[in-house]
């Protein structure tokens, strides 16, 4: 594709691991110049697309890189995820990973080779992005651009939201981060009711580290019924969940994972994480030589402020009881007490659908205010 400057764009796919570094290094010369912007771990993102990941055990993907005058400057990846087709059977297939300059030429060609891929694959319809599924990293960045992105959440320039609409694309969901300030916050009488009528029958308790295997498979039941009905929900595998899992407990005190019984039964729980890209954000990705011990140093001795809620669930047969709101409070309010305890004093609970006012009411019961807010996109692929 020519530019109209004369400039040629091309689009190459990513088929071996020199071509993988440079797809997962675009990043760093689209925000060479934004003082938000964290690098990615270079050693996280070579794991997470790894052919052993376990979201590929039911998923097949393909990543392009642009290059200008030969240079690279851009990327996309199309992803299809054959547990979403079992479930909704819509031919629906995902873009992600999107990064390019602010130059409608070099969008139009990474768009139109991920679409040309998905409709020779049979798909109808392309949603993104999915950075690489559902219950990964979603979303452009609209909203919020002036504070760094927390712990396993992207940040966007603020021109791809209007260069994806540019490609076709229509909005098809909204997804917002609220911010709590931990230290200080008034709990709501209407929560202190609730928890006094569900006095005898809820327990909270920290995740057990020597019946771990067993409290992730429990965590992993009670996200995948509570999020069923959710939009676009896809099942965490079991392999998923504990890739997950174990990646977290590698940073994370086990206090920071609670679960909420009710006479007995798990039925919800929550994950607070530290918000990692404050003690990585001058490491520009490298952990060699010296990464790792600075990143462990700031974990063990200067603790970060900020933290991110990331998971919570509450089993769908309590969520229209007094018990759902009542463990949902029991849950946040432990998850604010190991926190400050740590030393953080903020803490990011994202993402919630817009849609989702019961959730919200919940968070904006503590005084919690939308931050950020992420859109995902939409588009009918024609020809399929």
């Known amino acids: ?61 393909q990543a392009w890189v642009a290059y200008r005058d030969g240079k690279p400057v851009g990327r996309i990846s199309a992803q299809i995820d054959e547990l979403h087709q079992q479930r909704y059977n819509n031919k629906t297939g995902f873009f992600g990973l999107i990064e390019a300059p602010d130059d409608p030429a070099v969008f139009a060609a990474l768009f139109a080779t991920a679409e040309n891929w998905l409709r020779e694959k049979g798909m109808r319809q392309v949603l993104g992005p999915f950075n690489l599924g559902i219950n990964q990293e979603v979303g452009i960045l609209v909203e919020g651009f002036d504070t760094p992105p927390r712990i396993m959440s992207s940040h966007s320039a603020r021109y791809y939201g209007a260069a994806i609409e540019a490609c076709g694309y229509q909005p098809a969901q909204d997804l917002l981060a609220y911010e709590a300030d931990i230290k200080d916050y008034t709990v709501p009488e209407t929560m202190l009711t609730l928890v006094q009528r569900s006095a005898g029958h809820v327990k909270i308790r920290p995740l057990e580290k020597k019946n771990m295997a067993a409290d992730f498979e429990v965590m992993r039941d009670i996200f995948n019924d509570a999020w069923h009905n959710n939009w676009n929900f896809v099942p ?13 407990l590698m940073v994370i005190p086990s206090n920071f994972i609670q679960v909420a019984e009710i006479d007995g039964e798990a039925a919800a729980f929550i994950v607070l994480l530290p918000d990692i890209n404050e003690a990585v954000a001058d490491l520009n990705g490298r952990l060699l030589p010296f990464g790792w011990a600075k990143l462990l ?57 817009e849609s989702n006012k019961g959730v919200r009411n919940i968070i904006e019961k503590f005084g919690s205010k939308i931050t950020k807010r992420y859109r995902m996109y939409q588009k009918a692929l024609d020809g399929s």
Not at 52 to 58: R, T, V
Not at 305 to 314: H, N
Not at 322 to 348: D, N, T
């Open 297 to 353: 140093w700031r974990l063990k001795v200067r603790f970060p402020k900020s933290s991110r809620l990331p998971l919570m669930g509450v089993r769908q047969k309590y969520q229209n009881t007094i018990f759902g709101p009542a463990m949902a409070y029991l849950l946040i309010e432990a998850g604010f007490k190991v926190g400050r305890a740590k030393g953080l004093e903020r803490v990011e609970m994202s993402w919630i659908l």
């Open 236 to 248: 965490f595998t079991r392999e998923e969940f504990w890739a997950i899992g174990k990646e977290l």
């Open 1 to 61: 594709m020519n530019h109209p400057s004369g400039n040629t764009i091309e689009i190459r796919e990513v088929t071996n691991k020199k071509d993988l570094k440079t797809f997962i290094r675009i990043p760093w010369g689209i925000y060479r110049d934004d003082p938000n912007w964290i690098a990615p771990l270079m050693l996280d993102r070579k794991e997470a697309f790894s052919a052993k990941h376990p979201y590929f055990k039911h998923a097949i993907w």
